[in-house]
């Protein structure tokens, strides 16, 4: 046993984060500690690093053992030379990985190499993470992401650790460098805790899976038994909840929201969003049981495979008149020094009722395709039109006109609502814009709100008070609210949670079928795709690679590069 | 950031091209801001009354003149010759440091100004080294204190001192230092041994104080904030929590990173010292530019004023540009044209 | 499938509105002293106090005149009392010019045609390389020295340097998710001014007045020290002014005569500074969230 985590409980200022969790993780094995935002799973791991900020209160045991020194009681420590760096390294954040922007690559890991006594040379260091000793006389900038982490999980060796703490060390990868990123993680056979939000994307890599909600660990298994056997509803959930790119198998989302830090409630903290909670699941708190070979706290295991979760429709009907036509989009970005090709050549077009899915990685240009649909750039060469009416040359007030046809739904839940304006007004700003009658207003509004699944209760809020799945209906609703013939969602659940992603694109399906809404739904994702969309389009650097059908795109993709992004999507 | 791309390390052709060209591309700005300053430096003294003659006398020498007189001189000088001939003499007697003569006291006004500005640039000199070693360091060490959560009233201190005029902290200084307990010369820059190191010494003591004193609180406040955001920022973090201790972690990865910028600002402020030294060299009655540019004002003295103006306008100009110069050898970013 | 109501936490609105800090609120209560001297010595003072002669050349603080009197017998306190209108006057409404200046040629800079932003910005980039003081000198020496010409030569010389702060933040401003999401909605530029850009760039006008305010209140102390003020009406730099010609700080007299102004404008610029930079403390966490 390297690490043993006894009764951990954080505090911060009085409100509970991490909930009297106990924890082991064994010799050389990888466990993958797996939440959503506010889960607690960020401060238990800087716990271990005493790392916490200096508001917060830390009480419980972590042990750190290992055959070359004695144990070692993290939480008494006091000081942490020698522990950091040498017993316990840290894998950061994936995209900008905490590396000096000023020293070279080889300058850095000697720093390491020196600090913590290792015997290896950077040269070896490298090697390991499957970097060449040419990168060595690199500076961090002229490194792509995937490398850069590389170099950080070298610096991390360089003290010989007993334990791992990575934090997230996918964050800002592409899809195909984290797997990657992970597989190297995994090969290294160090003791490690990952912490993450991605359930699915570490199942191939990890050992062992801990779960946490609001602070608590609902379920601890192996993930060997992960496929089959009962799981805790929430478990249950978070799997269902993660897009596959198998149509046979749906894509849900768990309704509700995670509750905040402060305002947890009574008993089992899942309860208000359990499809299975029974009045003992609201006041009596379930205690971690063994069952099999997993720990799982949960009051209704013996029913617990019922729990399923409403899941993402599919389109009913056959889609109508073309509402958006794309032909031929060339798009170049012009600066001091270098001239961008965004765009080479795309063609779109939307029907009535239609969701449209725009897929690719980032680099590949279907943002910039986004914004040329709704009018905010205009392309260097290509013809955009709305209906039967041209968008490319319309200027000023022309296209302001047939902008307020089209509704943006953006990515970013916290800036897209003006934090200065409540939950009304938010949704009435494009009916004032286009100067709809004042009497008329207050009913499309709340229709608008009803479409995006929001009671009226919120109406009087300011975004501040919402939650980001909240704030993206809001804006969802606020994209609907003026009949639009189009709606642009772009990467528009990518900053939420996943156990609410589907609920956002269950609202856009509902919409388009109901209203014969024309969507785009742009996304990097490429199981979501294909869970709620009709047809898809594949960008990579700017061109197009591969369009058609979701159904057939899943199983017999065209190009080689779906393929890639299929397989990195996991399963 | 898309597919895995191989790294571009600074020696390439093209990188080497790309850095060739934006230097040439920073240096040809710099000219051109260079050219319309001298073209503003061209227009000035015909913008102000008193008509073209008064290039070359005062008001009551040219009135002796006869109107012949003033004929022949303005055609001798060119000034019946439309303007662009007028502006390419101009600047050949640039090129050519032939700015004329002074009308108050007939120096060429190229002499007057090599003898005006090395007291400067020794007075500018001397105060700027004082004014970064005690503004930074007092800079560093707030930052550091601020996150421990101490150290506001240094900040306040800083305020106050950033906010004396120049003026006025000069005049008391005179008072204390110079008329009460008599301890440095309230004028001039030698002493009546001449230039001797000592009574050059002497003679800075005050205007370098009263320079350095206004000057710190602004290098401390700006030093402080960039301490502070590299010291919160992620790198230094996670270096951080890769057990670097602390003093390592200071020296190594929070100085450099914090003082790029100050580095900057300290380059574009003796360029603007120069001009802002007027207030102090004739406060103290320090012969530098100064003063001179101040005196030819007063005595509208044009030929004098546009060479001045001239010589500011140009210190300004290149410290900008080695500061643009210099920074890429502190910050490799910058270095390969990272545009990230 | 809507999302049942859950009862979202109590987030107080908007942190940003507490602009002032304890710094601010010092600051702050300082410079509405000040202020209220400065109309205690523009409306409650006779119209020629500070110029009239009340008693004796070079006299001692007394009773009757508390500060002493000056080298024409004009009493000191009142000077110090009237030069406070004529301190804040000029330099709030330059500031009030400058900013208005500055946000509309920045503005323009930043949401206007390529063509007019380069020009602009290279207007600006010459600009700056023109030594200000020595401008000043020239203006007040050329151009006249009433308070109106000091004004605008004050207000064309300083609107640069918070042009191109306001040019950038204009930048950040457009590139925010609202102010996206309302272009995409068919908003024109005046609703995207009125609405949001206002939101956002509004307090950022305060620290540009405080800090352009501060800059007058010297530069004006320094011109008028040179001898290139307004003679004719009391301010403190032309008090000062008096003392040097005098030659006062060779006496005892610099004590109540050089002193006070000198105080007097070290004060009114430390209460605009803890006002600025409280408030430039607060705003930057928010502009910085852009990303």
């Known amino acids: 046993m390297t690490l043993s985590v006894q009764d951990v409980t954080v505090t911060y200022g009085g409100k509970v984060a991490v909930d009297h969790v106990d924890l082991e993780v064994a010799d050389g094995e990888v466990v993958a500690v797996v939440g959503e935002s506010g889960c607690g799973k960020t401060s238990l791991a800087r716990a271990l690093l005493g790392l916490l900020p200096s508001n917060a209160e830390v009480s419980g045991r972590g042990v750190l053992r290992s055959n070359r020194h004695p144990d070692l009681d993290l939480g008494a420590l006091t000081d942490w030379r020698g522990i950091r760096g040498r017993r316990i390294g840290i894998v950061p954040q994936g995209a900008m990985s905490g590396l000096s922007p000023i020293h070279r690559i080889e300058a850095q890991l000697r720093e390491m190499l020196t600090l913590h006594g290792g015997n290896s040379e950077p040269t070896d260091l490298l090697e390991r993470v499957g970097l060449s000793a040419g990168e060595l006389g690199s500076y961090a900038h002229q490194l792509s992401g995937g490398q850069r982490q590389r170099v950080a999980i070298a610096l991390t060796l360089a003290g010989d650790p007993d334990l791992l703490i990575a934090d997230e060390p996918t964050t800002g990868l592409d899809a195909v460098v984290q797997g990657k990123i992970l597989k190297l993680i995994s090969s290294l056979g160090i003791s490690t805790l990952i912490v993450s939000h991605d359930l699915t994307g570490l199942l191939p890599y990890a050992d062992r899976i801990a779960v946490m909600y609001a602070g608590r660990l609902a379920e601890v298994v192996p993930v060997a038994a992960l496929q089959q056997g009962r799981h805790h509803p929430y478990t249950a959930g978070l799997l269902a909840a993660t897009p596959s790119t198998n149509r046979t198998i749906p894509w849900a989302s768990i309704p509700g929201s995670a509750p905040a830090i402060g305002d947890l409630p009574e008993g089992c903290r899942f309860a208000p969003r359990c499809p299975i909670a029974v009045d003992e699941c609201h006041t009596v708190r379930p205690p971690l049981r063994v069952l099999g070979d997993s720990e799982v706290a949960c009051h209704r295991m013996d029913v617990a495979s019922n729990a399923t979760y409403p899941a993402v429709p599919r389109a009913t009907s056959a889609c109508g008149t073309p509402v958006l036509t794309m032909t031929g989009i060339h798009h170049t970005y012009r600066s001091r020094s270098r001239t961008t090709t965004a765009l080479d050549g795309v063609d779109l077009d939307v029907g009535r009722g239609e969701i449209i899915g725009l897929v690719g990685e980032s680099g590949s240009g279907k943002s910039t395709l986004a914004r040329i649909a709704l009018g905010l750039i205009r392309p260097t060469q290509g013809r955009v039109s709305l209906g039967d009416d041209e968008v490319t040359g319309a200027r000023s007030r022309r296209l302001r006109s047939l902008q307020r046809r089209v509704g943006f739904v953006h990515q970013d839940p916290y800036d897209s609502l003006h934090p200065g304006m409540k939950v009304w007004s938010l949704i009435a700003e494009p009916l004032v814009i286009a100067r709809v009658a004042r009497g008329e207003r207050d009913a499309k509004v709340r229709a608008a709100l009803a479409s995006a699944g929001l009671p009226e209760s919120l109406l009087d809020r300011f975004p501040g008070q919402l939650s980001g799945g909240q704030r993206q209906r809001v804006s969802i609703a606020r994209a609907l609210v003026n009949d639009p013939e189009l709606v642009v969602a772009d990467e528009a659940s990518s900053m939420l949670d996943v156990s609410t992603r589907g609920g956002i694109a269950t609202t856009l399906r509902s919409v388009a079928t109901e209203r014969g809404l024309a969507v785009v739904f742009v996304t990097h994702d490429m199981g979501e795709a294909i869970q709620s969309c009709d047809r898809i389009v594949v960008l990579r650097h700017g061109k197009v690679v591969d369009k058609g059908d979701c159904a057939q795109i899943s199983t017999s993709p065209e190009h080689e590069y779906t393929a890639q992004l299929l397989a990195a999507s996991h399963h | ?340 | ?291």
């Open chain 3, 1 to 291: 499938m809507s999302a049942p109501a859950t009862s979202p936490p109590v987030v107080a609105r908007d942190r940003r509105r507490d602009l002032l800090g304890r710094q601010g609120r010092v600051g702050a209560v300082l410079l509405s002293l000040i202020v209220g001297t400065a109309a205690y010595g523009f409306f409650i003072l006779p119209d020629d106090a500070g110029k009239a002669r009340v008693g004796l050349p070079y006299e001692r603080p007394s009773g009757a005149n508390p500060l002493g009197t000056d080298d024409l017998g004009r009493d000191l306190l009142d000077q110090l009392l009237v030069g406070a209108g004529t301190s804040l006057t000029l330099a709030f409404i330059v500031a009030a010019v400058t900013t208005v200046l500055a946000a509309v040629i920045g503005g323009l800079a930043g949401i206007g045609p390529r063509w007019l932003s380069s020009i602009i910005m290279r207007g600006i980039d010459v600009m700056l390389v023109l030594p200000e003081l020595v401008l000043f000198i020239l203006a007040a020496t050329f151009l006249g020295q009433s308070f109106g010409i000091r004004a605008a030569i004050l207000a064309v010389i300083l609107w640069p340097v918070p042009a191109r702060v306001l040019r950038a933040a204009v930048l950040t401003t457009w590139s925010r998710a609202h102010v996206e999401a309302a272009r995409a909605m068919g908003a024109g530029q005046s609703w995207l001014l009125a609405r949001h850009a206002s939101y956002l760039l509004g307090p950022l006008l305060v620290p540009v007045f405080v800090r352009t305010a501060m800059r007058v209140i010297i530069y004006d102390a320094t011109l008028s020290f040179l001898g290139l003020g307004d003679p004719t009406v009391p301010s403190w730099g032309t008090t000062l002014y008096w003392v040097q010609v005098n030659g006062v700080f060779l006496s005892d007299a610099w004590l109540w005569w050089a002193g006070p102004p000198g105080v007097a404008i070290t004060l009114t610029v430390v209460s605009l500074a803890l006002i600025g930079t409280s408030i430039e403390d607060r705003l930057n966490p928010n502009l910085q969230e852009s990303r």
């Open chain 2, 1 to 340: 950031m898309s597919a895995i791309q191989t790294s571009a390390p600074a020696a390439t052709p093209a990188a080497r091209r790309g850095r060739l060209t934006y230097l040439g591309g920073r240096i040809l700005e710099y000219l051109g801001v260079l050219f319309v300053a001298l073209t503003l430096n061209f227009l000035l003294p015909r913008a102000l009354p008193g008509g073209p003659l008064k290039l070359f006398g005062s008001p009551e020498s040219l009135a002796r003149l006869t109107a012949e007189e003033r004929a022949q001189i303005a055609t001798e000088y060119g000034f019946g010759d439309p303007i662009h001939l007028q502006f390419l003499d101009y600047l050949k007697s640039v090129v050519t440091l032939d700015l004329g003569t002074s009308l108050s006291d007939g120096r060429e006004v190229t002499a007057a100004i090599a003898d005006a500005l090395p007291w400067t640039l020794l007075l500018v000199g001397t105060s700027i080294v004082a004014t970064t070693l005690i503004g930074i360091t007092l800079g560093v060490i707030g930052g550091m204190r601020r996150r421990e959560g101490k150290g506001a009233f240094t900040l306040i201190g800083a305020i106050v001192v950033d906010s004396i005029p120049q003026f006025w902290l000069a005049m008391l200084l005179i008072v204390w230092f110079g008329v009460k307990w008599q301890i440095a010369p309230t004028f001039g820059a030698t002493g009546p041994d001449g230039t001797t190191v000592a009574g050059l010494a002497e003679h800075l003591v005050l205007p370098v104080a009263t320079l350095t004193i206004t000057g710190i609180g602004y290098i401390f406040m700006y030093t402080r904030s960039s301490m502070l955001s590299v010291l919160t920022s992620e790198p230094v973090q996670h270096a951080h929590a890769r057990g670097i201790p602390r003093g390592r972690l200071v020296r190594r990865h929070v100085l450099r990173p914090a003082l790029l910028p100050v580095h900057t600002l300290i380059m574009l402020d003796i360029g603007f010292l120069a001009a802002g030294a007027i207030v102090v060299e004739t406060v103290f009655a320090y012969p530098g530019l100064g003063r001179l540019t101040f005196g030819a004002i007063a005595a509208r003295d044009y030929p004098l004023m546009q060479g001045t103006f001239l010589v500011l306008t140009l210190m300004v100009v290149l410290m900008n540009l080695l500061a643009d110069l210099t920074y890429p050898l502190l910050d490799p970013r910058a270095r390969t044209g990272a545009n990230q």
